[in-house]
């Protein structure tokens, strides 16, 4: 069976830092595009992170550009987003989702960040 | 990138068709033909259902059909069924490697 799983999610203050990683099976993640999104408690689905299959290209929303960074390792079929300068504004429901063209076409069931003190 | 507009809620008995609506700007959906659409029921994880505007998936039913008319997306769904119970989203390119979803849209069947 194809999945995504997240990991890595919890409580934490803000200013503080977490790190999600994304671990795939049957070669779901490696070397293809993959993003990051989240859902924010009574909002919609945010798109936040982007990266392609080699890593060369990253591109992320304004709202956390400069204060995320999305990466990868295809050899452990893993993705990641290094989380800093966390905020209250970013609890969410953060999913991983593989990206094929511009769709996106396995989701993880996503991992829950709350920022509070 | 502003979030693109969905009805907060949507109903129909079952066997009826319900259409959702997602409108973004020139800026998304009336410059790109790359709308998808994804459900998620409570506690799952999203499904694609329709992308490219009106393409479906392996194993998606065509009882669900996308349109597009200019800065307007619109989901359909035919001969509704219970298990069609879920959060619908839009999704539209945005550009350069960005997206912009909708703010999801409950359907309820009655």
């Known amino acids: 069976e194809v999945q995504l799983v997240e990991s890595g999610g919890g409580l934490v203050q803000p200013g503080g830092s977490l790190r999600l990683s994304c671990t795939g099976s049957n070669f779901i993640i490696n070397s293809k595009e993959m993003t990051w999104v989240r859902q924010a408690p009574g909002t919609g689905l945010q798109w936040i992170a982007y990266i392609s299959g080699s890593g060369y290209t990253i591109n992320y929303a304004d709202s956390v550009k400069g204060r995320f960074t999305i990466s990868r390792d295809n050899a452990k079929e893993s993705l990641y987003l290094q989380m800093n300068s966390l905020r209250a504004e970013d609890t969410a429901l953060y999913y991983c989702?593989?990206?094929?063209?511009?769709?996106?076409?396995?989701w993880g069931q996503g991992i829950l960040v709350t920022v509070s003190s | 990138q502003s979030a693109l507009t969905q009805p907060r809620s949507v109903s129909g008995s079952p066997g009826q068709s319900v259409t959702i609506s997602c409108t973004g700007t020139s800026s998304d959906v009336g410059s790109y033909s790359s709308v998808s659409w994804y459900r998620r029921h409570p506690g799952g994880a999203p499904k694609l259902i329709i992308y490219d505007v009106t393409a479906r998936p392996s194993g998606v039913p065509d009882r669900f059909s996308g349109s597009k008319s200019g800065d307007t997306a619109s989901l359909t769904i035919s001969g509704l069924q219970a298990e069609d119970e879920a959060e619908y989203f839009c999704c539209s390119d945005a550009g350069s490697y960005a997206w912009v979803f909708g703010g999801g849209t409950k359907l309820t069947v009655l």
């Open positions: 989702a593989r990206a094929r063209g511009r769709m996106f076409d396995f």
